[in-house]
């Protein structure tokens, strides 16, 4: 996973569009947006996680907040494993 390319998805995206595009790939294995990845799964791990710096952006934190938030848990959840 790219931490970029997570905070790309939030910023070019709508929640809507985004949710759109997880459904895409978990249903259908098809996809619908440009995102950046090696591979599918990669690009829904992108997705998902630009899922949730987006919901915080439009409950109005700004981006820069809201993507540190949200890669401090992704980092306490790798942390314990």
């Known amino acids: 996973m790219k931490a970029s390319s ?3 998805v939030a910023e070019q995206y709508t ?3 985004i949710a759109e595009a ?3 790939i978990t249903e259908r ?8 990845g090696e591979d599918m799964g990669e ?4 997705l998902l ?5 987006r919901t915080r952006v439009d409950a109005g934190e700004d981006l820069k907040s809201a993507f540190r938030a949200e890669f401090a848990q992704v980092r306490d ?5």
Do not use: P
């Open 29 to 36: 294995e098809e996809e619908i947006l440009a995102v950046d």
């Open 77 to 81: 959840t790798l942390a314990n494993d």
């Open 43 to 46: 690009r829904l791990t992108h």
């Open 15 to 17: 929640s809507a569009q």
């Open 49 to 53: 996680v630009g899922q949730r710096i």
């Open 22 to 24: 997880i459904e895409a």
């Open 6 to 8: 997570a905070r790309k």
